[in-house]
């Protein structure tokens, strides 16, 4: 089985969003060296690579089904950022985009009748669930933290530890960091 034209386009287009997503958290990585916060920063870098990953896990599906890959320009990611919570609020929005971008995709794949496709998408569709839980949790850390200048460097000491789970897909937060 070859990919119709349809899908083709579209996960080419997923792949496009999904470059763009390591660029973006590459642009909040940068947001985070500014203002001191280094594990902030590594946190968001490795968030990039994952991020580079899922696109490379597009790329090679799409290779696989003897698509044609097409490379589409990478929007430019923001750089408006106002704080840590601001950051990690834009943070899970963007994952909240994305899942209803998997979501289309996959609707778009069921429709088709495309069998195949539909596989790995079913591993985005579980990858989306961790990434908004993690976003979130570390939201409402934030806002549990609020002004307390002491507790944002105990939770910028946390997300410091953070491995790279490119393997895995996982965003790699402890679930319960100790504030
Ligand atoms: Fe590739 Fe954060 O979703």
Not at 4 to 24: P, R
Not at 135 to 146: H, P, R, T
Request: aromatic content about 8%; charged content about 25%.
């Amino acid at each position: 089985m070859t990919l119709n034209k349809t899908i083709q386009d579209a996960l080419n287009e997923h792949m496009n969003q999904e470059f763009y997503a390591s660029y973006l958290y590459l642009s909040m990585s940068a947001y985070c060296e500014e203002i001191n916060l280094p594990g902030f920063a590594h946190w968001m870098r490795t968030q990039s690579q994952e991020e580079y990953s899922h696109a490379m896990k597009m790329f090679g599906f799409i290779v696989d089904q003897k698509g044609r890959v097409i490379l589409h320009p990478i929007d430019q990611p923001s750089i408006e950022f106002h704080s840590p919570l601001d950051l990690m609020q834009q943070t899970l929005e963007h994952e909240r985009h994305v899942t209803r971008l998997i979501n289309r995709l996959y609707e778009l794949a069921v429709r088709e009748n495309d069998y195949p496709t539909q596989v790995p998408l079913q591993w985005f569709i579980t990858e989306q669930v961790e990434e908004e839980k993690v976003a979130s949790n570390i939201v409402e850390q934030l806002k549990m933290i609020g002004e307390r200048g002491d507790a944002l460097l105990l939770l910028d000491r946390e997300l410091a530890k953070r491995g790279s789970e490119m393997a895995n897909g996982s965003m790699g937060l402890i679930s319960e960091p100790s504030l």
